[in-house]
Nanobody, 124 residues
């Protein structure tokens, strides 16, 4: 059973940066397509970024393109979300998710495993 644990959330001022980590146990992430999602209060969950299991190609929602960078470290069995130029509208609980798929999966895919989430608050 794959287990995912997010960390790195917190309170940051507008324009600041945070790096979220999603550490996995139970299986290597090399065979999983991974995604970052977020859910703000009163809003639906939305896809933020995803990374292919095959060639580490990354995909981003338009709202974060150019500001967020997703990466994976096989040696540490961890994926990251580097968030720069943060805005108040980025405030949400951020979740990582894994799909046992060889390649890319869209945000709408029914991911197989989810972490518990980490809170990101952007406020002055």
């Amino acid at each position: 059973q794959l287990q995912l644990v997010e960390s790195g959330g917190g309170l940051v001022q507008p324009g600041g940066s945070l790096r979220l980590s999603c550490s996995a146990s139970g299986h290597t992430l090399d065979y999983y397509a991974m995604g970052w999602f977020r859910q703000a209060p009163g809003k639906d969950r939305e896809g933020v970024s995803s990374i292919s299991s095959r060639d580490a190609s990354t995909y981003y929602a338009d709202s974060v393109k150019g500001r967020f960078t997703m990466s994976r470290d096989s040696a540490k069995n961890t994926v990251y979300l580097e968030m720069n130029s943060l805005k108040p509208e980025d405030t949400a609980v951020y979740y990582c998710a894994a799909a046992r798929i060889d390649g890319y999966v869209p945000f709408s895919y029914d991911y197989d495993y989810w972490g518990q989430g980490t809170q990101v608050t952007v406020s002055s």
